[in-house]
């Protein structure tokens, strides 16, 4: 067919975007859908009305993930396409949204050009990419590619509740979601499109990005048990004070991530109670992460991590609780996928490199059932997990019409699962 035709609506599209950009908590800075939260909850009903807008047979399975199908004309097989559309908290509009309308809009387009597929088209919203305040990532792709146990919903927040109960309250029993299997035909293969959410592209003046592999996460939660104290009266010498532990776990952190080639380390939040200014710090939680394109890396750099952490708090004379939260090896993605997207790009006239990617996505959890691969396009200036994050809405449709020439491409094709 004339891939040109699938060129997606580049209006329609971008106003999806501000119109879901609405659903956000009120009095912040930036857009706020956690997962689970109302807003959210709410926007869920919306995205689920755009599938059936689209001609999308929809429904929710039992780990929260919004899923259309366009039957193929032979439904052998399925591909599969889509993103999240939870954020972080005071973030940017086009995270994981970009590959959830997009995949909305390549059916729509599918529809008004009058192109049926032989396999179905299977468009997915997953529930809760981001990280969560239990520590974990990606509840629904994991959930629905059979990466979840029971102990992953024993994690806890810091007010000590657990994410299987969390989950439980808002209609998904993690029961339901153990054993939950692909709901379409056998997966031929998934391509996610994302924000490439770093500089490259733009720095580079390249339209798309076919992404090689996703980095590995690793992530720890530690909490440092010292002892409150009327912080006037104990002396600096009598003091266990967790927050001064916790301080300089922080840089050790900081220092390991800086030890791996294109590997980062970060504390992005950390608890203190009993949070006073007068009283000496009795527990100091933090959460931390090392992410890298190297499992032995990722591997040396936790069992430092936990070491250096250990030796901290013994220095001190406190505890130290160690908990390993998730751990997501690097995914290379298939090289079948990515030379699909390029050479779709290539005739599409679309300008492109490979690239890694640093952040986390559901299509890394995919891979395990899959050939797997995943379209970036620009972010200006790199921004990202910010309200400054932004794209152009020529980008984005770039983006959107390489993904439905892609998918178009993949109907009925046999893929090889092999990274490169
Ligand atoms: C998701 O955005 C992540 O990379 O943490
Ligand atoms: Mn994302
Ligand atoms: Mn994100």
């Known amino acids: 067919m004339d891939l040109d035709e699938l060129r997606p609506d580049a209006d329609r599209l971008w106003n999806g975007i501000e119109e879901l950009s609405g659903f956000t908590e009120p009095d912040h800075d930036g857009w706020t859908r956690r997962v689970l939260g109302e807003p959210y909850l709410e926007s869920r009903g919306w995205v689920a009305a755009q599938m059936a807008g689209a001609g999308l047979q929809v429904h929710t399975d039992a780990a929260g993930n919004t899923i259309g199908v366009l039957a193929g004309t032979e439904g052998k097989a399925s591909i599969g396409t889509g993103s999240h559309t939870d954020t972080v908290a005071r973030g940017g509009r086009f995270d994981g949204i970009v590959g959830t309308l997009g995949a909305i809009e390549v059916a729509l387009r599918l529809r008004e050009t009058g192109t049926r597929l032989r396999d179905d088209l299977v468009v997915i919203d997953?529930?809760?990419?981001?990280?969560?305040?239990?520590?974990?990532?990606?509840?629904?792709?994991?959930?629905?590619?059979?990466?979840?146990?029971?102990?992953?919903?024993?994690?806890?927040?810091?007010?000590?509740?657990?994410?299987?109960?969390?989950?439980?309250?808002?209609?998904?029993?993690?029961?339901?979601?153990?054993?939950?299997?692909?709901?379409?035909?056998?997966?031929?293969?998934?391509?996610?499109?994302?924000?490439?959410?770093?500089?490259?592209?733009?720095?580079?003046?390249?339209?798309?990005?076919?992404?090689?592999?996703?980095?590995?996460?690793?992530?720890?939660?530690?909490s440092f048990l010292g002892r409150a104290d009327h912080a006037g009266t104990a002396a600096m010498t009598d003091r266990k004070d967790a927050l001064a532990a916790a301080a300089q776990a922080i840089l050790t952190v900081e220092q390991i991530g800086c030890s791996g080639e294109n590997s980062v380390a970060t504390v992005g939040t950390v608890h203190v109670e009993p949070g006073a200014l007068n009283v000496v710090p009795s527990l100091a939680r933090l959460w931390a992460e090392m992410r890298s394109p190297s499992p032995d890396w990722l591997g040396t750099a936790r069992r430092e991590l936990m070491d250096r952490f250990a030796a901290i708090a013994a220095e001190r004379g406190i505890e130290v609780d160690l908990r390993r939260l998730t751990d997501q090896d690097p995914v290379p993605t298939a090289h079948s996928v990515q030379d699909l997207i390029a050479d779709t790009s290539d005739d599409l006239g679309y300008s492109w490199r490979s690239i890694p990617s640093g952040a986390g996505h559901d299509a890394a959890h995919l891979a395990a059932i899959a050939p797997a691969g995943m379209i970036f396009v620009p972010s200006r200036a790199g921004r990202s997990h910010c309200p400054e994050e932004w794209t152009d809405r020529e980008d984005i449709a770039r983006g959107a019409h390489a993904l439905a020439a892609t998918l178009v491409r993949m109907d009925g094709l046999a893929l090889e699962r092999d990274p490169r």
Request: proline content about 7%; aromatic content about 8%.
């Open 126 to 222: 997953f529930l809760g990419e981001e990280p969560n305040e239990f520590g974990t990532s990606c509840i629904g792709s994991r959930a629905l590619t059979g990466a979840v146990s029971p102990d992953f919903f024993d994690r806890t927040n810091d007010d000590g509740r657990t994410l299987g109960d969390r989950l439980q309250v808002a209609g998904f029993p993690p029961d339901g979601m153990l054993g939950l299997r692909w709901p379409a035909a056998p997966l031929r293969g998934f391509v996610e499109l994302h924000i490439e959410q770093g500089p490259v592209l733009e720095r580079t003046g390249t339209e798309l990005g076919v992404v090689t592999a996703i980095a590995g996460i690793e992530r720890v939660v530690a």
